[in-house]
């Protein structure tokens, strides 16, 4: 016994020696904002699940190659960030991105501000949400875009951001940009007191208008995941329909381990549905994932477990799982100091990624290919129509749930095309750059659709749906779908 813990502490000294905490850096010398480059692009190469299969890697060297040519004497952690952006923007994966935005936040905290315009990105437009802020006098009627800044078409602003947008679709790159924007403006653009803007309705008709820059009104710090706050439900149509709003399948703590107190009261969450819609003889389960942008894709398997009647087959994951992954997991871990590193000793000897376990996988290396299982529902779950509701800020373990129910064809899904792709790189290991304190995240999985196949797209929707709509009034619209709908 106290050979096999020498062992192990061993190899914990082993792979931790050489890893410093950030710096965290506002300014960097030349050679540190290279350091952390290069110690990027060699994760990129060790973590990342085949990351050169959707750019060439002479096209990648050839950027980095450009990036640290126009390093200065000092480098702003601000450039360096917008750097990254670009560069890992380059692998077309909706996983790989730079996750922290410090500058931003330390801006926006310090009193900073930006422009005061919520946007949406809704069927190729900029559609401004708190647009009676700035419509005088009710001018224009909804939906009312957004057109020009200072007499500069949006158009330019979009065009230029998606190159530092991490997605393989200009469709995702846009929904991202719109709820980005305001920070992406204050990255890319020289600092502005007031904007001149221009919008214009669904009719045609323009308003110009001068607006003061506000402070940003934006959630700073993380909230710990919330079971209420992620799940909840209820009934329409004299009990016939059951609305269940799932916000998010994010269950994780800071550091990305599991909080089990939250999975146990959402999975209670679950029984209490379909005990509730057995008692209330509910025919219509309607599972709300407009703006869910994934987390566990455990949950979505526990849904369909208690309101399925048939069998049905999960996506296949294709997993990079490596010793340099390991190492990313374990940092960042330490770096939140939320456990010590002799509770993730087990992920270094036995090479564990999270709860994956050999016999589920078939093993060819570093690379693990699960086998395809058959999923069986409970024997006493709900038997009723099921409908899933989705947009384009649907994305990840979101998108793999509504993947199952479409291919496997558990019920139908209504809205818009989901944001993330139905067969997606995912997995996201975070990386912390040692010198500028900056967060990556970079991608060691591939998932593949339970259908077998990715023709690039999202989850389509089987029904077409103004996903903006008042709840009350999307139920009507999918009751009475349901109700003329052909039967099979």
């Given at each position: 016994m106290k050979k096999s813990l020498l062992i192990t502490l061993l190899c914990a000294v082993i792979l931790l020696s050489g890893c410093s905490y950030s710096r965290n850096l506002k300014v960097l010398t030349r050679q540190q904002a290279t350091e952390d480059l290069d110690y990027l692009v060699e994760s990129v190469e060790t973590i990342s699940y085949k990351p050169f299969s959707r750019v060439t890697r002479e096209d990648f060297d050839y950027c980095v190659d450009r990036i640290k040519s126009g390093f200065s004497e000092q480098v702003s952690r601000k450039g360096l960030s917008t750097s990254i952006m670009e560069l890992l923007a380059m692998l077309r994966d909706d996983h790989t991105n730079l996750g922290s935005f410090p500058d931003f936040i330390e801006y926006v905290k310090s009193g900073g501000k930006v422009l005061p315009l919520q946007l949406m990105y809704k069927d190729g437009d900029f559609i401004i949400m708190n647009v009676e802020d700035v419509n005088e006098l009710g001018a224009l009627k909804t939906d009312v875009?957004?057109?020009?800044?200072?007499?500069?078409?949006?158009?330019?602003?979009?065009?230029?951001?998606?190159?530092?947008?991490?997605?393989?679709?200009?469709?995702?790159?846009?929904?991202?940009?719109?709820?980005?924007?305001?920070?992406?403006?204050?990255?890319?653009?020289?600092?502005?007191?007031?904007?001149?803007?221009?919008?214009?309705?669904?009719?045609?008709?323009?308003?110009?208008?001068?607006?003061?820059?506000?402070?940003?009104?934006?959630?700073?710090k993380r909230k710990k995941p919330r079971a209420k706050n992620m799940f909840a439900y209820q009934f329409y149509k004299s009990n016939s329909v059951c609305f269940f709003r799932a916000l998010s399948f994010n269950s994780l703590n800071e550091d990305l381990t599991e909080n089990i107190w939250v999975r146990k009261r959402l999975i209670k969450i679950l029984?209490?549905?379909?005990?509730?819609?057995?008692?209330?003889?509910?025919?219509?389960?309607?599972v709300d994932i407009r703006n869910n942008g994934g987390g566990d894709t455990y949950y979505g398997v526990e849904l369909l477990k208690r309101t399925s009647s048939r069998s049905f087959k999960k996506p296949r994951r294709h997993i990079r799982n490596s010793r340099a992954a390991r190492k990313a997991y374990i940092i960042n871990g330490l770096e939140k100091n939320r456990i010590p590193a002799f509770l993730h000793l087990e992920n270094i000897i036995d090479f564990n990624l999270y709860g994956l376990k050999a016999k589920d996988f078939e093993i060819e290396g570093q690379y693990w290919y699960s086998k395809q299982k058959v999923v069986e529902p409970l024997a006493d779950g709900w038997t009723g129509k099921l409908v899933v509701l989705v947009n384009g800020l649907t994305g990840s373990a979101a998108v793999e749930f509504a993947s199952i129910v479409k291919d496997n064809q558990l019920g139908i899904i209504v809205g818009k095309e989901t944001g993330g792709r139905a067969s997606f790189y995912g997995g996201s290991a975070p990386l912390i750059l040692t010198n500028s304190g900056l967060i990556c995240y970079l991608s060691t999985e591939r998932v593949t659709r339970p259908g077998g196949f990715d023709d690039g797209r999202g989850v389509l929707p089987d029904f077409e749906l103004d996903v903006t709509l008042e709840d009350d009034v999307l139920v009507e619209k999918i009751y009475n779908h349901i109700m003329i709908e052909p039967p099979n």
């Open positions: 875009r957004l057109v020009e800044i200072d007499d500069k078409p949006l158009n330019s602003f979009i065009e230029h951001y998606r190159k530092y947008v991490s997605a393989k679709t200009d469709y995702f790159k846009d929904i991202i940009i719109a709820m980005r924007f305001a920070m992406y403006l204050w990255y890319f653009e020289e600092h502005r007191d007031s904007f001149k803007i221009k919008m214009e309705d669904e009719q045609g008709l323009s308003h110009t208008k001068m607006v003061e820059a506000v402070s940003a009104d934006i959630e700073i029984n209490n549905l379909t005990s509730d819609m057995k008692k209330r003889k509910s025919s219509i389960l309607i």
